[in-house]
């Protein structure tokens, strides 16, 4: 079986002509992986939360229905909301894509096996929540098909892209959360974002 | 069995349940997140008719938090419903709202509290204003209908003005009386 494509490849590929795309990155890997491709304040990527990623997605994407937003996060962050799934898919949002990084491991602590790595299978818990579309992706040649989806905002999308696992070199975002936020609103909102009450 | 009261409920005729909802309203908010809780039952109702409000029942009371992040990001004001046993469910995400310096209001029904005849609802119930405090969380506590409409207006304007989380905590003596299966 060939290898499965490098993480950095596939998330520069989904997010290829973002335009105004707003990005949810999960802590840890997948938060790397977005700040490589370009920090920009239309990323959050999260320093913490483990298991909110998705969770925070459904709530940009319920706030701001004529906004697309994905979340790319790791298959470690997305066993951790597994409930998250049945929560999203009833209220299915047409402008939310959850894409999960799955390399089968928790690379960020040493690589230990995650349950994907023992046929623990996310898309099919997916469509089992009710989010008919969702599928597993193991090429790179697959992702652009997956991009176009992401754009076109008739989801919910759920898809797993299996990746080659092994760390990449550290491309950190800004740590502090509260810059995070407040520049990700004002890009979003404009300036008045800092006088909402 | 009068004595044995399974499930808190306020009485059909108490109005607190609509002074929430008021204060929901006059402070702007129009996601609610919850795990649904008896004594928030007239409150939910209320939410679920409002047209403006969109009520997202989760799975476990954590991803509310993560939710209201991610509706703040988007500007829009929620608010998080739930029963104490559920805050702890929600302790290592209550990170987020400190971290990103998000607005993040909740409203706890009490259990484990007044007069509580369920041995399991003790302890998290119990813990509950600790547990919120050694999150950062400011809270304050209601025990009488008359005080529920100005405890959670503090707590909605010290979440929303000062970017942190805050809870009202809905004392069991204030939620009363009906038991389980009555009605």
């Given at each position: 079986?060939?290898?499965?494509?490098?993480?950095?490849?596939?998330?520069?590929?989904?997010?290829?002509?973002?335009?105004?795309?707003?990005?949810?990155?999960?802590?840890?890997?997948?938060?790397?992986?977005?700040?490589?491709?370009?920090?920009?304040?239309?990323?959050?990527?999260?320093?913490?939360?483990?298991?909110?990623?998705?969770?925070?997605?459904?709530?940009?994407?319920?706030?701001?229905?004529?906004?697309?937003?994905?979340?790319?996060?790791?298959?470690?962050?997305?066993?951790?909301?597994?409930?998250?799934?049945?929560?999203?898919?009833?209220?299915?949002?047409?402008?939310?894509?959850?894409?999960?990084?799955?390399?089968?491991?928790?690379?960020?602590?040493?690589?230990?096996?995650?349950?994907?790595?023992?046929?623990?299978?996310?898309?099919?818990?997916?469509?089992?929540?009710?989010?008919?579309?969702?599928?597993?992706?193991?090429?790179?040649?697959?992702?652009?098909?997956?991009?176009?989806?992401?754009?076109?905002?008739?989801?919910?999308?759920?898809?797993?892209?299996?990746?080659?696992?092994?760390?990449?070199?550290?491309?950190?975002?800004?740590?502090?959360?509260?810059?995070?936020?407040?520049?990700?609103?004002?890009?979003?909102?404009?300036?008045?974002?800092?006088?909402?009450? | 069995?009068?004595?044995?009261?399974?499930?808190?409920?306020?009485?059909?005729?108490?109005?607190?349940?609509?002074?929430?909802?008021?204060?929901?309203?006059?402070?702007?908010?129009?996601?609610?997140?919850?795990?649904?809780?008896?004594?928030?039952?007239?409150?939910?109702?209320?939410?679920?008719?409002?047209?403006?409000?969109?009520?997202?029942?989760?799975?476990?009371?954590?991803?509310?938090v993560?939710?209201?992040?991610?509706?703040?990001?988007?500007?829009?004001?929620?608010?998080?419903?739930?029963?104490?046993?559920?805050?702890?469910?929600c302790v290592n995400m209550l990170s987020l709202s400190h971290?990103?310096?998000?607005?993040?209001?909740?409203?706890?029904?009490?259990?484990?509290?007044?007069?509580?005849?369920?041995?399991?609802?003790?302890?998290?119930?119990?813990?509950?204003?600790?547990?919120?405090?050694?999150m950062?969380t400011?809270?304050?506590?209601?025990?009488?209908?008359?005080?529920?409409?100005?405890?959670?207006?503090?707590?909605?304007?010290?979440?929303?003005?000062?970017?942190?989380p805050?809870?009202?905590?809905?004392?069991?003596?204030?939620?009363?009386?009906?038991?389980?299966?009555?009605?």
């Amino acid at each position: 079986m060939a290898e499965y494509p490098n993480r950095r490849d596939v998330v520069r590929a989904l997010l290829e002509d973002r335009g105004e795309l707003l990005v949810i990155a999960g802590l840890g890997a997948s938060a790397w992986d977005i700040t490589a491709i370009g920090d920009t304040p239309r990323n959050l990527p999260l320093w913490g939360g483990m298991g909110g990623a998705a969770m925070m997605g459904l709530g940009l994407a319920l706030a701001q229905p004529s906004a697309k937003v994905l979340v790319i996060t790791g298959d470690g962050e997305m066993l951790m909301a597994l409930g998250a799934m049945a929560t999203i898919a009833v209220q299915k949002p047409q402008n939310l894509s959850i894409v999960v990084l799955d390399n089968e491991h928790y690379s960020e602590t040493g690589n230990q096996e995650t349950a994907t790595r023992h046929g623990v299978d996310l898309a099919a818990m997916a469509r089992g929540a009710g989010l008919a579309g969702a599928r597993t992706l193991t090429t790179l040649e697959q992702v652009p098909a997956l991009r176009a989806e992401i754009h076109a905002g008739t989801g919910t999308v759920f898809a797993v892209t299996k990746i080659a696992p092994g760390n990449l070199p550290l491309v950190l975002p800004p740590r502090d959360g509260a810059i995070l936020q407040a520049r990700f609103r004002e890009a979003l909102l404009g300036p008045a974002a800092h006088h909402q009450l | 069995m009068d004595r044995q009261k399974l499930e808190m409920r306020p009485d059909a005729a108490a109005e607190w349940p609509d002074a929430i909802y008021e204060a929901l309203k006059a402070n702007g908010i129009t996601q609610v997140a919850l795990v649904p809780d008896a004594g928030h039952s007239r409150l939910i109702k209320r939410c679920l008719a409002d047209n403006e409000m969109t009520v997202v029942t989760l799975t476990t009371e954590e991803e509310g938090v993560a939710l209201l992040c991610g509706a703040w990001l988007g500007g829009v004001k929620g608010v998080l419903l739930m029963q104490s046993s559920g805050v702890g469910n929600c302790v290592n995400m209550l990170s987020l709202s400190h971290i990103h310096r998000t607005p993040l209001p909740m409203i706890v029904t009490m259990r484990g509290d007044f007069a509580e005849f369920n041995p399991a609802q003790i302890p998290m119930g119990q813990a509950t204003p600790a547990v919120l405090e050694a999150m950062g969380t400011i809270v304050h506590r209601a025990d009488r209908p008359e005080d529920v409409a100005a405890t959670v207006d503090a707590t909605l304007r010290l979440a929303f003005n000062t970017f942190r989380p805050a809870a009202t905590l809905l004392g069991q003596r204030l939620i009363g009386a009906k038991t389980f299966g009555k009605d």
